[in-house]
């Protein structure tokens, strides 16, 4: 396993612990030099997303990875993750569907998480 299919492994099974839901693990290393994987997921709730949010760094930390960047903060609808090779975005369900990201990236390869 790639350290970065590890990383997007560690990020899924956070937001799985939370329940997250719809979460999505996108290859994106051959059609972008932005990140290897986008990992996209939902929350019901903003108090949901924030725990989403702080559980996937918490974990990430755990394995010697940091943050570099988050986009948003308690109140947004869409906060994004920045862990280098891996971007985590995390919706509420509206935003999801608007922005459709599962759409624009969808030359990437859908991952399963099995396969990690």
């Known amino acids: ?14 937001l799985d612990d939370k ?14 030099m932005i990140a290897d994987y ?6 019901g709730s903003s108090n949901q997303i924030q725990a989403l949010i ?3 760094e918490e ?3 755990k394995n010697g990875y940091t943050v570099k960047r988050i986009e948003g903060n308690k109140n947004s609808t869409w906060v994004l993750m920045d862990f ?9 369900k509206e935003d999801r569907l608007f922005y459709d990201l599962e759409r ?3 030359d990437g390869k859908l991952i399963d998480i099995e396969s990690l």
């Open 38 to 43: 986008f990992v996209i997921a939902s929350g």
């Open 54 to 56: 702080n559980n996937v």
């Open 84 to 92: 280098g090779d891996v971007i985590v975005h995390i919706f509420d």
């Open 104 to 106: 624009i990236w969808s």
């Open 59 to 61: 974990q990430m930390e």
């Open 1 to 14: 396993m790639t350290e970065q299919a590890k990383m997007a492994k560690i990020v899924y099974e956070a």
């Open 19 to 32: 329940k997250g839901y719809d979460i999505k693990v996108i290859d994106i290393s051959e059609i972008t």
